[in-house]
């Protein structure tokens, strides 16, 4: 007996061709004498042995063995329309897309989902996601499997996941060495008021924030600000959120200190030392500086007023081998720049080579257990490691399908060809959707886009690079829900008993976002036009 469980049809139209994907279930031992009709198609589908061979014309793609029966994938095309994957590759994205701002807190199954659906679609229809490399047969075991090693192979960047993973175990020991609390004691000690020390903690959290996880920087300085804040008895609010938004602000500045920045410098060749000066001009991080001090500027006009200065207690420092780990990161990234090679894992092996030697020094020189040691390793941000891959294999697909080019020539005639209303528009839009959407597939997304719409107006291509990675990062100010570190600061406020709604983080955050943006931009504009 012939069972029919369940068919598919993949019906996006374009101008060219439509394809249909049904699939069939033969029970064991059944037998079949007779096609199956399926309501609008021209003619009926029949098995490759049977008495119904007058039937016209079909395609039989593949056939599979499963559960002691066999399962048949059946491929018709009809001759009156054709149909583009890519199409099909859209819509799955912008789904994955809409899920991921719906459930945030399932965007790692949400991605990867997404992913294996890209993945096994490019398997059963080669070629059709992903050009096949030349000499590479279609209908051959090579072709199916070819979107599965390309996937994992060229569209998942490891070397920024190396990086990412390296550094957050070398940031993750720094916080355990107590260094950085103890360096705001001291900042506390030398500053000649309360409101100028206050301003200074928030710079020192924008510095360790350039090569520190923000939610890490948030939590480790978070305990200083509520000390202090309770000395004086002044509601820790401001403090807090002004804690998020400088680590937010200068985690953009330098290659290592958030995922965007790294993913940005993998897709324009960039490395470590170029976020500092590229071809002679200044680059990220000195675009970044003029943001921290209008932040800076804009906080201490709130903390003026506190003249007094409180007697705070010195935090004792565990050990000092973290701090010199994440010196010999900041310096030995710089090295490699200047040093050639075809090995394109070069700094990620690095920086993992640091992390592990970091490991080892705390499981057996500070004599932790092995079950304390796996807790460090498991509390690392393994969930973004995850959300990454999913990430970088479905915008990988979106990009090789030539939906982003087409995006960025539809870019180029809603700007008119002008190049300041393409400033503005890459902008302002990277802003507003940062602060509602995490950062990362969005920048992933629209660096293609903006390269794509600086070649079509002839310009150099980091005045659009540039605007879109400060527009996507500083814009993840504006809203309580833009950046893991602001949730992080309304969590911590609300323990407190000073729990900050939506619109009270917007009466900080967006003026702080605009301002800080604008002056960014400002230089920017002036140095890469």
Not at 300 to 325: A, C, I, M
Not at 339 to 352: A, L, M, R
Not at 370 to 385: N, R
Request: charged residues 10%.
């Amino acid at each position: 007996m012939l069972s029919f469980l369940s068919y598919s049809v993949f019906c996006i139209l374009t101008q060219q061709k439509i394809p249909f994907i049904v699939f069939i279930t033969v029970e064991k031992g059944s037998s079949y004498s007779r096609g199956i009709n399926i309501p609008g198609w021209k003619s009926n589908l029949v098995p490759p042995s049977g008495s119904c061979r007058k039937t016209r014309p079909f395609i039989w793609n593949r056939i599979l063995t499963v559960s002691g029966g066999r399962f048949f994938l059946v491929v018709k095309e009809c001759q009156e329309s054709f149909m583009e994957m890519k199409w099909f590759v859209l819509a799955l994205a912008a789904v994955m897309y809409l899920l991921v701002i719906c459930f945030q807190e399932k965007k790692v199954w949400i991605t990867m989902f997404a992913a294996i659906m890209v993945v096994a679609a490019g398997m059963i229809l080669p070629g059709s996601i992903f050009p096949l490399a030349d000499g590479v047969a279609a209908d051959s075991a090579q072709g199916h499997l070819y979107a599965l090693f390309h996937s994992f192979g060229i569209l998942i960047n490891w070397n920024v996941l190396m990086i990412y993973v390296g550094s957050m175990t070398v940031a993750a020991l720094f916080i355990y060495s107590r260094v950085p609390a103890h360096i705001a004691d001291l900042v506390i000690d030398a500053a000649p008021s309360t409101g100028i020390a206050i301003v200074l903690i928030l710079a020192m959290t924008g510095f360790i924030s350039i090569f520190v996880e923000n939610v890490a920087t948030v939590l480790v300085m978070a305990p200083v600000a509520l000390a202090l804040c309770r000395k004086l008895k002044i509601n820790p609010t401001y403090f807090m959120v002004g804690l998020a938004v400088m680590s937010n602000l200068e985690g953009t500045a330098t290659l290592v200190g958030d995922p965007p920045s790294m993913i940005f410098a993998s897709y324009a060749g960039y490395t470590f030392n170029d976020f500092f000066f590229h071809n002679g001009t200044i680059s990220v991080f000195f675009i970044i500086q003029a943001g921290l001090i209008v932040g800076c500027t804009y906080f201490y006009f709130y903390f003026s007023d506190q003249k007094e200065k409180p007697e705070v207690g010195h935090e004792s420092v565990v050990s000092y081998f973290p701090g010199v780990l994440l010196l010999v990161m900041i310096f030995g990234l710089a090295a490699i720049s200047f040093i050639p090679t075809d090995f394109k894992y070069f700094s990620g092996s690095f920086v993992v080579t640091l992390g592990i030697i970091g490991i080892l020094w705390y499981r057996f020189f500070q004599n932790k257990t092995g079950c304390e040691t796996k807790t460090l390793i498991k509390e690392l941000d393994w969930e973004t490691i995850g959300f990454l891959i999913g990430v970088f294999i479905v915008v990988g697909a979106v990009s090789e399908t030539g939906l982003l080019s087409d995006f960025a020539s539809f870019l180029t005639c809603i700007t008119g060809g002008s190049v300041f209303a393409g400033f503005i528009l890459i902008l302002v839009v990277s802003i507003i959707i940062s602060g509602f959407v995490d950062n990362v597939p969005y920048i992933i997304v629209m660096l293609p886009v903006a390269g794509g719409l600086a070649h079509n107006l002839n310009i150099r291509p980091e005045l659009y690079l540039f605007a879109l990675l400060v527009g996507s990062c500083l814009g993840g100010n504006l809203t309580p829900f833009g950046a893991s570190a602001n949730i992080v600061a309304m969590g911590i406020l609300k323990k407190e008993n000073h729990p900050l709604s939506f619109g009270g983080w917007l009466r900080i955050g967006a003026p702080f976002t605009l301002l800080t943006t604008a002056a960014a931009a400002i230089i920017l504009w002036l140095v890469w036009k």
